[in-house]
């Protein structure tokens, strides 16, 4: 199997921390803006050291852990009581993923007190240097003010750090910063809307560009980061993604073609990571306000992935699933003359999944109904017939690899949740 495809893992990572910020505007760059400051930091502590690319995607990813928009807030306080726990949930949805396996351990331990490594009496070589510049890096950003002019906030950023020198912050560390915390460039790149080109000139490019195969890979984790944020929607991916496949192979797509569209069905909700969890565990009828939140998942799931060039192609698959033929649907109002076999593949297997999941509030509808609801849609000019006939033809395999998938991944999401409850257990302090 012929595969020409390649998406850098640094890229990857930075639109999944972009969507993480997107919850809230309070949240806007937090991510880059500590990934920025952990390498500068780095690199005066550390400067025969080749590249850093394990602590800019850690940084870009350091609190991916924080479930919930209230949890995201609260680490952004400088003295944050129980930081551990999204810290450890980071590490656990991180671990898997053969490229994230370092990084997962500096997340785990970003948020661990200088002092209480003599405390407890820890081996200090077990705890990556990277996490105690994550940490530090993570709490100068805590200290910002976005409504002040920036330069004039330094003095008391230093203050409020030396405050916390050898107990919340390595000591080494904090003389490093004291020695950059001079450079008005430091500071003004922080604040600057360009961050994101400083981010790039501090990746070092090396073998971390992905493969099909190792993209799949990475999507299924970034699913369950997706889903998990929801016991109503947390294994909604994994159905869409396998149902998305098998409509491609009965069309006779390529194995590599169906490879994309099943990594568009893991990135399909990529979008909802801005979304409220008040709305996204609404057991009941969303209101026309919440309506048009929800709305702009799909928004944001074509514009993240648009800024990667090598996924443009699964981008239209993915971010498309609500657009219907008749130009009714949503964020963009398509009709059908712009949408590609792809979309309207995926706007059949998420309606599918959707309907034949099982949630905590409902039962899934049987074969019957939802062959009537299939039909009523392709009736109204909403799905394509093709694909649903495709669909239906093949009901009972496509369905039973469905449950087969969901099953899988409401295992882990069992053993997840069920981590999360004894996350001492993770977490050596």
């Given amino acids: 199997m012929k595969m020409e495809f390649q998406v850098s893992l ?3 990572s930075k639109i999944l921390s972009e969507a993480m910020d997107l919850i809230s505007p309070i949240l806007y760059n937090h991510h880059k803006e500590v990934a920025y400051i952990a390498c500068h930091i780095a690199k005066e502590y550390m400067p025969e050291k ?8 850690a940084g870009l990813l350091h609190d991916i852990g924080g479930i919930n928009l209230q949890e995201r807030i609260k680490v952004l306080k400088f003295d944050i009581i129980e930081p551990y726990k999204h810290a450890t949930v980071g590490y656990l949805l991180l671990r898997e993923f053969h490229y994230f396996k370092d990084i997962a351990k500096i997340i785990k331990y970003h948020h661990l007190p200088w002092d209480n490594i003599r405390k407890k009496k820890l081996e200090e070589s077990t705890i990556p240097i990277e996490s105690h510049i994550i940490h530090l890096a993570d709490r100068i950003t805590s200290l910002i003010n976005k409504d002040e002019e920036i330069l004039g906030q330094v003095d008391y950023i230093s203050r409020a750090i030396e405050r916390q020198n050898k107990k919340m912050f390595h000591p080494e560390l904090v003389e490093t910063f004291n020695k950059i915390k001079h450079r008005e460039s430091f500071w003004l790149d922080i604040v600057s809307p360009d961050l994101h080109y400083r981010l790039e000139e501090l990746w070092v490019d090396c ?3 992905l493969d099909i195969k190792d993209l799949e890979k990475a999507t299924k984790l970034i699913a369950r980061i997706i889903d998990f944020r929801s016991r109503f929607t947390a294994v909604h991916s994994s159905g869409v993604a396998i149902v998305a496949e098998n409509l491609a192979r009965k069309s006779g797509w390529g194995e590599v073609d169906c490879l994309k569209i099943k990594i568009a069905g893991y990135l399909h909700d990529l979008g909802k990571l801005a979304i409220s969890n008040d709305i996204l565990d609404k057991d009941g009828r ?3 306000n ?6 702009a998942h799909t928004y944001f799931s074509y514009h993240l992935l648009n800024k990667i060039e090598s996924l443009k192609e699964i981008n239209k698959y993915a971010s498309l699933h609500h657009e219907r033929l008749d130009g009714t649907g949503y964020p963009f109002r398509f009709n059908g003359d712009k949408l590609g076999e792809g979309s309207r593949i995926m706007a059949v297997a998420d309606t599918f ?5 099982d949630r905590p509030y409902r039962v899934g ?3 019957n109904r939802v062959i009537k609801v299939l039909d009523k849609m392709v009736n109204e000019n909403s799905l394509d017939s093709k694909y649903v006939d495709l669909l239906i033809d093949n009901y009972d395999l496509i369905d039973y690899k469905r449950v087969i998938a969901q099953k899988q991944a409401r ?4 053993k997840f949740t069920k981590a999360i409850k004894n996350i001492d257990e993770y977490y050596c302090y």
Wanted: glycine share 0%.
């Fill in 353 to 357: 999944t959707a309907i034949a999941e």
């Fill in 10 to 12: 640094f890229e990857l």
């Fill in 50 to 57: 080749e590249n850093f690319n394990n602590l800019l995607i």
């Fill in 286 to 288: 969303l209101t026309h």
């Fill in 207 to 209: 073998e971390r560009h």
């Fill in 290 to 295: 919440e309506y048009n939140i929800m709305k």
């Fill in 365 to 367: 509808m049987d074969k």
């Fill in 411 to 414: 295992d882990i999401y069992k």
